[in-house]
């Protein structure tokens, strides 16, 4: 007689939808992460945009080429804090560039190596003639880009660092209205310092062996439920007891 008792049947009945939505929410996470990538490819060889002809109300922005001609504002930098790049703790510098048109958008120039201590920012390459820079709309796939407040380290021109990046806090901060997203510089842009990024944080097979893992752990609390209703201790007492 299948008798599993009703602990056994309570955490069963807990866990296993659990596990189940948690193993398709990886899978969907891998279709995800592998049209990004697809996304990625096909804009990384198409021809750049004007920046200054780009509707930001669109929805495909992400990984879009764009170009613009313009400068770099040297009042103000930003360090986004927390980057790794090949092992070595450091920055990514977040440049404000104001296009001929007028327009404001910040720009990721990449990574750059903290100074000998996190109390010594590191020294910062102002560019400051006219330049045609080129990159890509970066699109935040998460929420990842939340505004935290700007911890300003100088007065008048040199760096703020900030631990995330929230457009309306550094709009204010800079009283700007800046472009709702930022752009990563393409190689051989001026201005570019380490680019440090990839397509999508991770890869979309990592995504599958999670989905993976997930799916066995509810195989194996399903066995056990099925094994533990027929081998159930009390059952077995009763049977000695008879």
Do not use: C
């Amino acid at each position: 007689m299948f008798q599993p008792g009703w602990k056994m049947t309570l955490f069963t009945f807990a866990f296993a939808p659990l596990l189940l939505w948690l193993g398709l929410w990886q899978l969907d996470r891998e279709v995800e992460k592998s049209r990004l990538q697809q996304d990625y490819d096909m804009r990384a060889v198409a021809p750049a945009l004007e920046l200054d002809t780009i509707d930001w109300q669109r929805e495909d922005l992400g990984f879009l080429k764009v170009s613009a001609r313009g400068h770099f504002d040297t009042d103000t930098v930003y360090l986004l804090d927390n980057k790794i790049h090949e092992g070595s703790v450091g920055y990514e510098l977040i440049n404000p560039f104001v296009t001929e048109a007028g327009q404001t958008v910040l720009v990721n120039r990449g990574w750059i190596a903290q100074g000998a201590s996190r109390s010594e920012l590191p020294s910062i390459r102002y560019i400051e003639e006219a330049v045609e820079i080129q990159g890509s709309i970066y699109v935040p796939l998460d929420d990842v880009f939340l505004l935290n407040a700007v911890e300003e380290t100088a007065v008048t021109r040199g760096p703020k660092v900030i631990q995330s990046i929230q457009i309306d806090s550094l709009s204010a901060d800079l009283a700007k209205n800046l472009a709702p997203y930022t752009v990563r510089l393409l190689e051989r842009s001026p201005g570019l310092e380490q680019a440090n990024w990839q397509a999508v944080n991770m890869l979309p097979e990592k995504h599958r062996a999670y989905a993976v893992q997930w799916f066995a752990m509810l195989f194996a609390l399903i066995a056990m439920f099925i094994y533990f209703g027929f081998k159930n201790p009390r059952l077995n007492r009763d049977r000695e007891i008879e």
